[in-house]
């Protein structure tokens, strides 16, 4: 059965419509005393246009596909395997400072195994040719990454340490200043590199590498730390550059 859309003449939308008629060489049903009937008014609104919306947020491009930081997947047995194993020493070097001692991590063949996987995981097949470790526990979680994600590394290092010709960049303390040094050569401009250090805290010593490879030419992609402190804000510190960390301290 099909249904009739009358408009009468007093509502607004009429106005808008334009008719027309079937001619009889279009007439589809016959009368009963001869002749033929057309087939009902066409109603069209004029100047119509059809719009399209933009396409819905692919899967690849909504925040619930895009990498999350370890250190809030509750789903991953392996973070708080880690965590454990970090101990914590209070008033070392001074007082009011709550040492974060990875070197029971490293006791734990199993948790130390798991926390370079979990770097591994995220940055195989990222395209990047050089892992910087900074001196001196980047230098023990470095080298393991970047011998399975197939790329070189380059150790940054504390003034007058390095053998060879350096670029060196100062960067700020809590009290005075420091240097970090880099082999001439070592990287290439455009190459992509990820920084990895045992920890973040006020950031500086990350912001120092930054600034040195960028120096160069090389694309910082990430930096990754095994522990952040969050109340010493040092991810603000390194602006828009992506931090990943797998433990936060509380």
């Not at 050569?185 to 120092?208: F, H, K, N, P, Y």
Request: net charge neutral.
């Amino acid at each position: 059965m099909h249904r009739a859309l009358i408009f009468s003449s007093l509502n607004p939308i009429y106005s808008k419509l334009s008719t027309t008629t079937a001619s009889p060489d279009s007439a589809v049903f016959p009368k009963r005393d001869g002749g033929w009937i057309g087939p009902p008014p066409v109603f069209r609104l004029q100047n119509y246009k059809r719009t399209l919306l933009p396409p819905l947020c692919s899967a690849s491009d909504s925040v619930a596909n895009q990498p999350k930081m370890a250190s809030q997947d509750e789903q991953d047995p392996r973070i708080s395997k880690i965590s454990s194993a970090i101990r914590v020493i209070p008033n070392f070097p001074k007082p009011g400072i709550m040492f974060q001692d990875i070197t029971t991590l490293l006791l734990d063949t199993k948790a130390f195994r798991d926390t370079i996987d979990l770097f591994v995981e995220r940055y195989r097949g990222k395209d990047i040719s050089v892992v910087a470790g900074i001196e001196a526990r980047g230098f023990i979680f470095g080298p393991p990454i970047a011998l399975a994600i197939g790329a070189k590394f380059v150790p940054m290092r504390k003034p007058n340490k390095l053998p060879g010709e350096v670029i060196s960049e100062e960067y700020s303390l809590e009290y005075g200043t420091d240097i970090m040094e880099m082999h001439v050569g070592a990287v290439q401009a455009g190459e992509r590199a990820l920084i990895i250090d045992d920890l973040i805290a006020t950031g500086g010593t990350l912001c120092a590498a930054i600034k040195l490879l960028e120096r160069v030419g090389v694309h910082v992609v990430e930096c990754a730390c095994v522990i952040e402190l969050p109340e010493l804000k040092g991810r603000e510190r390194l602006g828009d550059k992506p931090l990943f960390v797998l433990v936060s301290s509380t």
